[in-house]
């Protein structure tokens, strides 16, 4: 898991952050990647790549709550399903926040949906929590390995990627 998970040599980090990380590292996820491998009606349909690559950047997207407290953290579709599965076990969800985070992380599903302004603020939150992901671990999160390029953000999709104007590459025509 540290792999996937490190941020870059030379991020400054405090031990509280380190133990936050570790926290974050250390959450098994294992029931919530079977629960979104299952058929649409229970699931997602995620394959097991698909299951493991999302925990990966969900995990990060985590961290970015301890690296970055400060700013707003938009997710991409696949991130955005799993944190979904996540709050849906609502005892776990608050003990894993408590734990990792020291709060509840609460989940603000409509940012974007009230008008133009707030649809440009939601895509340039999305865009520097990219730039974020670029920075930390090198790699951009509109560039999945195992989510296809068209569709990638199902019912999240907005004619923009997820609605996040993720650049996930698709025509958004992903519903």
Not at 5 to 11: F, K, Q, S, T, V
Not at 138 to 149: H, I, R, S
């Given at each position: 898991?540290?792999?996937?998970?490190?941020?870059?040599?030379?991020?400054?980090q405090d031990a509280k952050v380190v133990t936050q990380i570790a926290a974050i590292q250390a959450l098994?996820?294992?029931?919530?990647?079977?629960?979104?491998?299952?058929?649409?009606?229970?699931?997602?349909?995620?394959?097991?790549?698909?299951?493991?690559?999302?925990?990966?950047?969900?995990?990060?997207?985590?961290?970015?709550?301890?690296?970055?407290?400060d700013h707003v953290h938009v997710p991409n579709g696949p991130i955005d399903a799993f944190w979904h599965?996540?709050?849906?076990?609502?005892?776990?969800?608050?003990?894993?926040?408590?734990?990792?985070?020291?709060?509840?992380?609460?989940?603000?599903?409509?940012?974007?949906?009230?008008?133009?302004?707030?649809?440009?603020?939601?895509?340039?939150?999305?865009?520097?929590?990219?730039?974020?992901?670029?920075?930390?671990?090198?790699?951009?999160?509109?560039?999945?390995?195992?989510?296809?390029?068209?569709?990638?953000?199902?019912?999240?999709?907005?004619?923009?990627?997820?609605?996040?104007?993720?650049?996930?590459?698709?025509?958004?025509?992903?519903?």
């Open positions: 898991m540290q792999a996937i998970m490190a941020p870059r040599p030379g991020l400054k098994d996820f294992e029931m919530i990647k079977r629960k979104l491998m299952l058929p649409p009606d229970e699931g997602k349909s995620f394959t097991q790549e698909q299951a493991d690559e999302a925990e990966k950047w969900y995990k990060r997207y985590l961290t970015l709550m301890v690296l970055r407290p599965q996540h709050i849906l076990d609502t005892q776990r969800y608050g003990a894993d926040c408590e734990q990792c985070l020291g709060f509840f992380l609460h989940h603000y599903p409509y940012f974007g949906l009230n008008g133009p302004d707030d649809a440009q603020n939601r895509d340039r939150a999305f865009d520097q929590t990219n730039a974020f992901y670029r920075e930390i671990w090198g790699e951009d999160c509109t560039a999945l390995e195992f989510f296809p390029k068209t569709g990638v953000c199902g019912q999240n999709c907005n004619g923009g990627g997820s609605g996040t104007g993720c650049g996930q590459g698709c025509s958004g025509k992903g519903k």
